[in-house]
């Protein structure tokens, strides 16, 4: 049967403190190497054209910004909504190692993330409502077990992204108008979804649902949602 706890949203469970260290010194490291001179980004500044990374707990920064911590990440929520909610493939033409492209007004932002352009961060539930996905600020969905999809390569949960879902208040984000993505689940919700998993005989996983949901067989994430190109790489 599964081993329970295994996956965490981008890393397998670790067995101490010294190996938890050296994977924030592993994920650190990979940040630097995203960064780029000063010129760049200043050259780029010029023309409101600017450059963010999303870490694998769904935080936004500047790409520049150096370390990339809770303390240096950007935290309004109005807009984290505002900047997520304009969040879709880069089909610019320009900066193509930058995968996703958020338009805001005149300004051109490029982000290479760390695994997905949407991290869901939080998964509320209440007896009243059906479970939901947060991600941004206050940008909201339904969970569906259905939806879940597993990449064996790196061991990170995922959930689909819903073709016309929406945030607080309804709003629908660009990426989920288009249908077809996928968003990381944040490890530490991972880790609640990890203890209703199971992996049968044939290495199938399953997530058994709330109360009369039922089980849910777990699919493979598909090979052209794969942050191989550009993500961080998992640490072996």
């Not at 049967?1 to 592993?26: A, D, I, L, P, W």
């Not at 982000?111 to 996905?133: E, K, M």
């Not at 199971?198 to 493979?220: L, M, N, P, S, T």
Request: aromatic share 14%; glycine share 10%.
């Amino acid at each position: 049967m599964y081993n329970r706890g295994r996956y965490r949203g981008g890393y397998r469970q670790q067995s101490s403190k010294s190996s938890s260290k050296s994977e924030t010194q592993y994920i650190e490291q990979w940040q630097q190497t995203c960064i780029q001179d000063n010129e760049f980004y200043e050259t780029h500044a010029q023309n409101r054209t600017y450059f963010y990374s999303i870490d694998l707990q769904g935080r936004l920064f500047l790409e520049e910004t150096s370390p990339k911590n809770i303390a240096t990440s950007l935290k309004s929520p109005k807009f984290l909504d505002f900047f997520f909610s304009r969040l879709t493939r880069n089909a610019t033409g320009s900066f193509p190692s930058y995968p996703f492209f958020s338009p805001c007004g005149p300004e051109k932002n490029y982000i290479r993330p760390a695994c997905q352009g949407v991290v869901f961060h939080d998964l509320r539930t209440a007896a009243a409502a059906p479970p939901s996905l947060v991600w941004g600020g206050s940008l909201t969905q339904t969970f569906d077990p259905s939806e879940l999809a597993l990449c064996s390569r790196t061991g990170r949960i995922y959930h689909r992204l819903f073709l016309g879902g929406g945030g607080e208040g309804g709003r629908r984000t660009k990426m989920q108008k288009t249908g077809g993505e996928f968003g990381l689940i944040k490890s530490s919700v991972a880790g609640v979804l990890a203890e209703r998993i199971d992996v049968d005989e044939d290495g199938e996983a399953w997530f058994q649902g709330w109360e009369g949901e039922g089980r849910f067989r777990i699919k493979e994430l598909p090979e052209e949602c794969s942050s191989e190109e550009w993500g961080l790489p998992p640490m072996v």
